[in-house]
């Protein structure tokens, strides 16, 4: 048995030296990585003057406020803070609408199987990575300055922000759909406006459909920051009470919102389950 085992051993490092007979320097690739990684946080923590003493002092107050936020409490403001929170939806529900509708099309030329000349196809990635590249904030505070202070700020900056996001998801969907359709719908003489109506758009609608829903949920918390910029919405009324040291009325508008975001997860779930249907699992 062990005769056996040594005359096995031996056929598999003929077979496979690379695999027996690994040069040093592929056996010290991965500790090096790692030690490499490891001293790249270390000296991040350093530069970025990570102090462990002022994180445990900090500790205190961060127990203090927790205690001033009991109970949670709206005072007088209750009516405000629900409109408030209102129009923190309606800026996340508009933006992101705004945002599929523009990019669909665009999405269309951006997709390897719709446009295959390179020429056209690569500014239009480009384009929307630019775009994308810049966070939702960033775009918020720009729109401040173009339009003003205001909701209608927050929802050209979602909508702006997400226009990149969507039409780097939806080509890919695109790209992604099966060309069998389309080629039945070619072969039997129809346009490539055919094409894409007919045997494109109703493979990736419910994937497309399913990606906004998402986006709303997660816009919901997008559209609460750029509010304490300024753009409208309940970020302002937090960002407000932050600065005056109402922690109990924080903790209530905080309660508010993950109230809400609760609510369009399972609502929005809900949509995509019947939408797509539900997947099984292997």
């Given at each position: 048995m062990t005769r056996r085992h040594e005359v096995d051993t031996a056929q598999l490092r003929a077979r496979y030296p690379d695999v027996f007979d690994r040069p040093a320097s592929a056996r010290l690739a991965m500790p090096a990585m790692i030690v490499a990684?490891?001293?790249i946080l270390i000296y991040g923590l350093v530069d970025l003057d990570f102090s462990p003493s002022r994180f445990l002092a900090g500790l205190s107050q961060l127990g203090w406020i927790s205690l001033m936020m009991i109970p949670p409490d709206p005072g007088t403001s209750l009516p405000i803070y629900l409109k408030a929170l209102g129009?923190?939806?309606s800026i996340a529900l508009l933006g992101t609408t705004l945002a599929a509708v523009f990019a669909l099309p665009v999405s269309l030329l951006a997709a390897r199987n719709v446009v295959p000349s390179n020429i056209l196809r690569f500014p239009i990635r480009r384009f929307l990575d630019s775009i994308r590249g810049v966070d939702t904030l960033i775009w918020a505070l720009v729109w401040i300055n173009v339009v003003g202070l205001g909701p209608f700020a927050g929802v050209l900056a979602i909508a702006v922000s997400d226009f990149g996001a969507f039409g780097k998801l939806f080509s890919e969907a695109i790209e992604g759909a099966d060309q069998k359709q389309v080629e039945g719908i070619r072969a039997s003489g129809g346009s490539a406006l055919h094409e894409i109506r007919f045997g494109l758009l109703p493979q990736v609608l419910p994937v497309i459909a399913g990606q906004v829903l998402y986006f709303i949920e997660s816009n919901t918390r997008s559209a609460t920051?750029?509010?304490?910029?300024?753009a409208g919405g309940i970020?302002?009324?937090l960002a407000e009470q932050i600065r005056v040291l109402e922690w109990q009325r924080v903790s209530f508008l905080v309660l508010m919102i993950l109230v809400a975001v609760a609510a369009i997860d399972f609502i929005s779930g809900k949509l995509r389950f019947a939408i797509i249907g539900r997947r099984a699992v292997a």
């Open positions: 990684a490891f001293a129009e923190t939806l920051i750029i509010g304490i910029v300024g970020g302002l009324q």
